[in-house]
């Protein structure tokens, strides 16, 4: 079973500075079946980046996702306002066919 | 538009039964996986399983195999996480979601309910 850490646990930014979050893998993850999330309070997940790489419809392009093999990583290269949330990586694996999500960045307001 | 609605907000006493819905609409509903997603007070996202309402082929997570049972009526484009006898550690929120598998093979839950919270508590 794949297990997913992510770091840090919380980021705590400014409204136009850049957060890197990170995903790793325990062990590695074909790029088609990694995908990110965000989540607000008292919101269900919303999904941002499909196949590593790839922006979800109506995700600004500020959203950017990249990695390979066991680590990834999300990029948001300007904060707006909106942006602070919990975003999580989800990954499938295939032996046994199961969905995992990483436990979670929180972005908050420095 | 793609749209998952979730029932209502549900207050159970422990030992209890519960089913919860997931309906469908504006795609074709047995063409689709949708899983159930736990997130527990103030916790992450936990996948629960997942089934393909065409021919109700169901896989569970191993955590929650035995806990749960996923089933869905394809000819009213709903799917239901039920339990038969709640525990006060089943209180959380329930997500379903559907699942998108694109024509590059790229896995992913594009559309999510609204959530179903569950409090059991005695």
């Known amino acids: 079973e794949i297990v997913l850490t992510q770091s840090p646990g919380t980021l705590s930014l400014s409204p136009g500075e850049r957060a890197t979050l990170s995903c790793r893998a325990s062990?590695?993850?074909?790029?088609?079946?990694l995908a990110w999330y965000q989540q607000k309070p008292g919101q269900a997940p919303r999904l941002l980046i499909y196949?590593?790489?790839s922006r979800a419809t109506g995700i600004p392009d500020r959203f950017s996702g990249s990695g390979s093999g066991t680590d990834f990583t999300l990029t948001i290269s300007r904060l707006e306002p909106e942006d602070f949330a919990v975003y999580y990586c989800?990954?499938?694996?295939?032996?046994?066919?199961?969905?995992?999500f990483g436990p979670g960045t929180k972005v908050d307001i420095k | 538009e793609v749209q998952l609605v979730q029932s209502g907000a549900e207050v159970k006493k422990p030992g209890e039964s519960l089913k919860i819905s997931c309906k469908g609409s504006?795609?074709?509903?047995?063409?689709?996986?949708i899983g159930w997603v736990r997130q527990m007070p103030g916790k992450g996202l936990e996948w629960m399983g997942i089934?393909?309402?065409?021919?109700?082929?169901?896989r569970y997570s191993p955590s929650f195999q035995g806990q749960v049972t996923i089933s869905a009526d394809k000819s009213i484009s709903t799917a239901y996480l039920q339990w038969s006898s709640l525990k006060a550690s089943d209180t959380a929120m329930y997500y379903c979601?559907?699942?998108?598998?694109?024509?590059?093979?790229?896995?992913?839950?594009?559309?999510w309910g609204q959530g179903t919270l569950v409090t059991v508590s005695s």
């Open positions: 196949g590593a790489s």
């Open positions: 504006g795609y074709s509903f047995t063409s689709y996986w």
């Open positions: 062990q590695s993850v074909s790029s088609s079946y």
């Open positions: 989800q990954q499938y694996g295939s032996s046994p066919p199961m969905f995992t």
């Open positions: 089934i393909y309402p065409g021919d109700s082929d169901t």
């Open positions: 979601a559907r699942h998108f598998n694109d024509y590059h093979g790229r896995y992913y839950f594009d559309y």
